[in-house]
């Protein structure tokens, strides 16, 4: 095959590149400065153990290479208990001297920030026990040789940053002699011991199910111009029932077709964010739980859950600090969506709530232009017809306004609100609902349940549910007596629960792929799905992709694709890039025409030196072999 670029299995990382490419051997990073300021983890029996007297990262640089402009580097790494206990599961930060992109890895899961790594175990790396060592290791490539800094680890909730005291460089402008050593002691601060991978932006370019969303109108749109409907479940507060943020639990509800799981952050109530509770400790399970939600390729609303203080502006300056630091972390991701304030209530007026909201709006936009945002209304979140005589200006874009409703008690007057609100052109986003009275107990009401989501429904608006929890409400999904934290079976939900379910159940394809939005609206890349046989683009570009062989050979199963890439509009399309993503982590084998980055089940597929650019009217090819322990299927692809 022609110009053919043969990539070796990482089943083998200690396997050489092809002899064509330039080698070369950087030394091994050995000295380390340790963390003097120790913090302690409370192990099971009530010992307190220094926590760098848990774990130890030894990571050692090899073979280093130059392919198509962009220069190789693999690192291998053992991840040592030396403990006398058993680590249940850790986290690596490697941060580096400029901005770095994964190539392969292997016994971890590799996600890209950057200039810095997250490595995460994989099932048979999570467990240590008492001075037992775990291999994990990754190739990286950059437009530089990258230079380790320094590295981050974690376990349990404790992270230790550890400097590197003597870190390697590679002088590309002698290639002969391209080894030279830098001394230079970079040192670590405060901040950054306490967990820097916690603290950094975090740049994850995840493809979710309808790509980018935005408002047009009234109504929210997908990536491709069709209206998208949000049908949601809320947790209840992140402080009450931590324990329901976990990937099994956000699987079951998404069994059902619920496409998005909302994080409510409460901000005074039992441990309020602003009012005694750990803020770093919920900051972190905010993240855990777009993490989940990001892998189980869902959206998620991040809830400014603001209730018993009524006025949003008791806490402004809190809401600045967290949303700047959301919106930095996941400015990337486009299944990221924030509710600025949950439930304005106690007779704040709208004039209040606007102030607030241009506050915080300005602070996130400042890290994310495309976001959808959604804002609380007076009155729990229901005068959406007062704020329709007089929204946010038009220079904010992609704005919901949230309207709340409980069926048993919220009628016919609560529906005339949104029916005026949505003559006058304001997006209405129900952003909880309930089906029982305003208490969240009392009397089921699938009657009036049924009458709102009718409604709901012929308006293309969306809505989550409260709440996944059993508190023992009439509104919670499960009933109180569910003891379990995930794979619910039917009986597990209350009968407000069933109903919800049945109700996703029977109206899965609503709005999934409606009339489409004004042409105008769509300025976001194109996301298409592989079970279509063809894929256009909106820059004129049209993808093929054949299956053409697969084949299992011990235990992992392997499939070759070939991709044509078309150019139909009358411009040149240049620097194309595409993301494809499989139903299951997967591994190059071999590749062509192309270069591959990413990790995981999601990669990146870039151009080589003589098709970067596909001429108007013409076309290029590429193709790979990948392999993974199912049979890879190829589930999603987008041009960037």
Not at 147 to 160: N, P
Not at 567 to 580: E, K, L, M, Y
Request: hydrophobic content about 30%; glycine content about 6%; some cysteine.
């Amino acid at each position: 095959m022609d110009n053919e670029v043969v990539f070796y299995e990482t089943a083998s990382p200690t396997d050489a590149p092809q002899t064509t490419q330039e080698i070369t051997t950087i030394p091994e990073t050995t000295t380390v400065q340790q963390d003097t300021t120790y913090t302690y983890d409370v192990m099971e029996d009530g010992s307190e153990v220094r926590q760098t007297e848990l774990l130890q990262a030894d990571i050692t640089a090899g073979n280093s290479w130059s392919a198509n402009g962009d220069r190789y580097v693999q690192y291998n790494i053992l991840i040592r208990n030396i403990s006398d206990h058993t680590i249940s599961g850790w986290e690596l930060v490697l941060n580096f001297d400029r901005t770095v992109y994964v190539s392969d890895s292997w016994g971890g899961v590799y996600t890209e920030y950057d200039d810095r790594i997250l490595i995460e175990p994989v099932a048979y790396t999570q467990e240590l026990q008492p001075g037992e060592t775990k291999e994990t290791g990754v190739i990286l490539y950059a437009d530089q040789y990258p230079d380790l800094v320094k590295y981050s680890i974690k376990t349990e909730g404790v992270s230790q940053c550890v400097s590197m005291e003597e870190t390697t460089a590679v002088n590309v402008d002698e290639p002969e002699n391209n080894v030279t050593e830098n001394t230079e002691n970079h040192g670590s601060s405060e901040e950054e011991t306490t967990g820097q991978a916690a603290q950094d932006p975090q740049k994850n370019q995840t493809t979710y199910t309808s790509g980018s969303l935005h408002v047009s109108g009234t109504n929210l749109y997908d990536s491709q111009g069709n209206i998208f409907q949000i049908r949601g479940v809320s947790t209840h507060g992140l402080s009450w029932f931590p324990e329901y943020v976990n990937s099994e639990a956000f699987a079951s509800l998404k069994s059902y077709g619920v496409n998005t799981i909302r994080l409510a952050l409460y901000t005074s109530e039992y441990n309020g964010y602003c009012t005694g509770g750990n803020k770093q400790e919920l900051k972190e399970l905010v993240k855990k739980g777009v993490q989940i939600a990001t892998e189980q390729g869902m959206y998620v609303v991040i809830d400014w859950h603001v209730l018993s203080e009524g006025n949003p502006n008791t806490y402004k300056d809190d809401a600045v600090e967290f949303f700047d630091e959301m919106s930095r972390i996941f400015a990337n991701q486009t299944n990221v969506l924030y509710e600025i304030c949950n439930e304005p209530n106690g007779g704040v007026e709208w004039s209040e709530i606007k102030s607030y909201a241009e506050t915080v709006i300005d602070v996130i936009r400042n890290n994310d232009a495309n976001a959808v945002i959604i804002v609380g209304t007076p009155t729990w979140s229901q005068d959406v017809d007062v704020v329709s005589q007089s929204p946010l200006g038009s220079r904010y874009s992609n704005i919901m306004y949230a309207l709340h409703f409980y069926a048993a008690t919220h009628k016919e007057d609560l529906q005339s609100k949104m029916q005026t609100a949505l003559t006058n052109g304001l997006p209405v986003f129900v952003s909880e609902f309930g089906i029982t009275e305003a208490s969240g107990s009392g009397i089921v009401d699938t009657t009036s349940a049924d009458t709102w989501m009718k409604l709901l429904n012929e308006n293309g608006i969306g809505y989550i549910y409260w709440n996944l929890s059993n508190k023992d409400e009439a509104c919670d999904l499960l009933r109180s007596s569910c003891t379990s934290l995930s794979d619910w079976t039917f009986d597990d939900y209350s009968p407000a629960g069933q109903w919800f379910l049945q109700n996703q159940q029977n109206n899965a394809s609503i709005y999934d792929k409606a009339a489409a939005a004004p042409t105008a609206a769509v300025d976001t890349p194109t996301t298409l799905y592989a079970s279509d046989d063809y894929w256009s683009f909106s820059n004129g570009c049209n993808v093929s992709v054949s299956l053409t062989d697969t084949w299992a050979d011990t235990s992992m199963q392997y499939a070759s694709y070939d991709v044509t890439v078309s150019n139909t509009s009358s411009s040149d399309v240049t620097n194309w890039r595409f993301r494809i993503t499989w139903n299951e982590e997967i591994s190059p084998k071999e590749y062509w025409s192309c270069e591959i980055g990413g990790s995981g089940n999601n990669r990146l597929f870039i151009p080589v030196d003589y098709n970067t650019t596909i001429p108007a009217g013409s076309y290029i090819t590429f193709g790979m072999i990948v392999y993974g322990v199912q049979s890879p299927e190829l589930t999603n692809i987008t041009f960037e």
